[in-house]
């Protein structure tokens, strides 16, 4: 499963190598910085019924802290945020936009609304099955979940989601192969409010990193 970032196509997996290590909570750094560069590198994994599973390599996250008025959480805890209320490691998704989903990872101890967008990956595994839920024909592997809709749609992440526990679900995992690629870091993308801090993460050189070039170099 280990390849570089983004090589042209991802090395098959070799029966040599060892399986990548899921990380449970107690593996998961307690603050949302410190999570948000955790995360690139790491594999995001969503297991289907059948056994198979489809694999993208986490390319760019976005912080949203306590205090952040960017957040969903900052106005306090209700029905649709409450995930992001959670002990580290639980699972947010919301609808943006009437029309896509996006995929957080809730940061701070309990009680204490803080996440991670999760805003691209690089596909490694299922990368026909992403094709296929994003419906587009002529896109690149790299630009299957690039930007966190498409990311959700290629993963078929949905509400169905909201809440998931990912130290003790099996839905949807985290793993760690052992990649660490460089990080970046730059202002986050499409906000109205707080845009000025520097809480966007990203794998320098992954052409699945989304926005403008600018901000990636």
């Known amino acids: 499963m280990k390849s570089p970032i983004s090589k042209a196509a991802p090395a098959p997996s070799s029966s040599s190598e060892p399986p990548p290590e899921r990380l449970r909570r107690a593996d998961l750094p307690a ?3 410190e999570l948000a560069r955790f995360l690139i590198g790491k594999l995001l994994v969503r297991r289907l019924d059948s056994g198979a599973a489809d694999v993208g390599r986490i390319v760019e996250t976005e912080a949203y802290a306590t205090d952040d008025p960017a957040s969903h959480a900052y106005r ?12 580290h490691a639980h699972v947010y998704v919301y609808l943006i936009y009437g029309t896509s989903y996006c995929l957080n990872i809730s940061t701070e101890a309990r009680g204490i609304g803080a996440g991670v967008l999760i805003r691209a990956a690089e596909p490694l ?12 024909a002529g896109l690149r592997d790299d630009e299957l979940a690039r930007g966190p809709g498409n990311l959700c749609r290629a993963f078929g992440i949905g509400p169905a989601f909201d809440g998931l526990d990912l130290d003790t679900g099996n839905r949807l995992v985290l793993s760690d192969d052992g990649a660490r690629p460089e990080v970046g870091t730059s202002i986050r993308i ?4 707080a845009v000025e801090l520097p809480y966007r993460f990203y794998a320098r050189g992954s052409r699945a990193v989304s926005g403008p070039r600018s901000l990636s170099p």
């Open 76 to 87: 306090g805890l209700t029905k649709r945020n409450r995930a992001l209320f959670e002990s």
């Open 125 to 136: 595994a299922g990368i026909e099955r992403m094709r296929e839920r994003r419906g587009r």
């Open 31 to 33: 603050g949302t910085l």
């Open 190 to 193: 499409g906000l109205t409010k």
